[in-house]
């Protein structure tokens, strides 16, 4: 799905590389979190629930970690986790080839102990170029509910249009409908860096 040359990426802080299964107990640890877990389609409550569902070959294609970058040879520490799913855009039957593998659905969590400090900001950016840059993909799209204020701002701060609103389409864990976003970016929109 993602070409090995292109990762890691490193940022002025960050470095953000393929997730391997000796990560999925580091991200547990942010993810399962009640600050976190609210906004998540899934929310495991046991870590072997959460190993199970992580484990699973696709799942973790698409996942990388987020790690802050050491100073002087020490490991990078691990701060969150980005989703890079690539699919196909919608095609009428006759040009449907031509639609296959050419955006992205991302989604991202950040350690709320890493939170208020542009580490998410820095790494979306960077996912997002590579998108667009050494994956050549023409759209990438992210959605969440309309109260992950954090969310959809980092979304409009990366300059991603708002395409949906929808009211009550999203039925959350705590029995209540909940309002969705979604934003997206075409590769012709996004400024190169």
């Known amino acids: 799905m993602t070409a090995a040359p292109v990762w ?3 940022t002025a802080r960050l470095q953000i590389r393929p997730m391997t299964e000796p990560d999925i107990d580091a991200m547990w640890e942010w993810r ?3 600050e976190v877990n609210r906004w998540l389609g899934l929310a495991p409550d046991t870590l072997e629930a959460f190993r199970d569902r992580y484990r699973d070959p696709d799942r973790l294609a698409s996942m990388h970690i987020v790690e802050l ?3 002087s040879g020490a490991d ?3 701060i969150g986790d980005v989703m ?3 699919g196909d855009g919608w095609a009428q039957l006759e040009v449907a080839d031509q639609a296959k593998a050419v955006e992205a659905e991302l989604g991202w969590v950040l350690d709320p102990a890493h939170t208020g400090r542009g580490y998410a900001t820095e790494a979306i950016r960077a ?3 590579v998108c ?3 994956l050549g993909l023409r759209r990438v799209h992210a959605g969440c509910f309309a109260d992950n204020e954090p969310s959809w701002r980092l979304m409009e701060r990366l300059g991603m249009r708002r395409e949906e609103f929808s009211r009550k389409t999203a039925l959350h864990r705590s029995g209540a409908w909940l309002d969705g976003m979604n934003y997206g970016i075409l590769a ?3 400024p190169a860096r």
């Open 8 to 10: 890691p990426v490193r």
């Open 32 to 34: 399962r979190l009640p």
């Open 69 to 71: 970058r050491a100073e």
């Open 76 to 78: 990078p520490v691990p």
């Open 84 to 86: 890079i799913r690539i």
């Open 127 to 129: 996912v997002i170029d």
């Open 132 to 134: 667009f840059g050494p």
């Open 188 to 190: 012709e929109e996004w």
